[in-house]
């Protein structure tokens, strides 16, 4: 039987298998019906009793791994297809939309950022992680194009640096899909990107191979930012960097952040060590400031996005890439992103450079 589900951006396809030499181990359902484990995307979602905006959350369930679900054994399905190119900035793709939870840092749902990528050296091991392999972080802006900040590949080759998708829990390999993993042809940085004080901090990686999308409902495509939104507004940054007590991130961390205006940024900034001459360049845009809630070490190059939805559905864009900063979660000491929308026009010149369409990217 085949079902299709109408996603964000996606078209969705589930088959239910009838195979039972494949089925898992046995369980109740939350109503106490008989069911097997699955990972949730091998369940039927128009009929099961679980319900797929909350499958992530199952720690609580009677299966004996935390990715799973006890599905009803006739509801078993196959794996989604996606039948067309997502479109861009949609959270979750084809199952939920971005919550915003009550908590300020905590975990990303599984595909709540589906184009997050991690930044790893290419002699890191497939699938698996390594730390120390661990370079930073990126945004799939084309199913060949990797954007994230300059200083993090300013000191590699092409052939150092490899690109994962469909990251989550660093910690486990038997999410229910697998990343996907492409070697970098090219980087692509900003001509004026400046090392000591992280002006024009961007950067391309072009891909050897684009990203597959199907089978990878994980798995999407960041919208870019034209204009910023005003300062106040409340964003969010992800990344498996180090939190405020020193602490890598294993599952994606979510951050919630409030957009600072520039003339209080930069008054905020001359409190530091950096002193009361320092000046913020039009390249930077800040957020945050709020006590241990901050991006920290190893967070460089992730995103930095903003709602541009509507009231009813909710649609992000990058605004910003994580950058630098003066400690990490200091009261009134705004971190330093990347201003996306002012160097919108350098990154439309360098795709058309390399022949690479940015409609991937745009949004109405």
Known sequence: MLIVLAGNGHVLAQTVIENP???????????????????????????????????????????????????????????????????????????????????????????????????????????????????????????????????KVARYTEAEIKCRAGEWDTTNTDE??????????????????????????????????????????????????????PPGTQCFTMGWGKDTTGKYATILKKIQLPLIDSDQCQHSLRNTRLGSRYLLHPSHICAGGVVGVDTCKGDGGSPLVCNVGNATVARYAVIGLVSSGVGCGKKNVPGLYTNVPFLYSWLLDAMNKEKLQSKTFTYE
């Open 21 to 151: 030499d494949a089925l898992g181990p046995s369980c109740l359902t939350p109503d106490g019906k008989a069911g097997v484990c699955v990972p949730n995307y091998q369940c039927n979602f128009e009929t099961n009793s679980v319900d797929p905006g909350a499958t992530i959350d199952l720690r609580t369930q009677s299966c004996p791994h935390y990715l799973q679900i006890c599905c009803l054994r006739e509801e078993r399905a196959g794996s989604k297809t996606v039948e067309e190119m997502p479109q861009c900035g949609f959270s979750n793709p084809g199952a939920v939309e971005l919550k915003t939870k009550p908590t300020l840092v905590g975990e990303a749902e599984y595909g709540e950022f589906p184009w997050m990528v991690a930044l790893l050296r290419s002699t890191a091991p497939d699938q698996a992680w390594s730390q120390d392999d661990y370079i930073g972080g990126g945004s799939i802006i084309h199913p060949k194009v990797v954007l994230t900040s300059a200083h």
């Open 176 to 229: 229910n899909y697998l990343t996907q993993e492409r070697q970098v042809e090219k980087i692509i940085q900003h001509d004026d990107f400046f090392d000591l004080q992280v002006y024009y901090n961007i950067a391309l990686l072009v891909l050897k191979e684009p990203f597959i999308f199907n089978d990878a409902p994980h798995m999407g495509i960041a919208c870019v930012g034209k204009v910023l939104p």
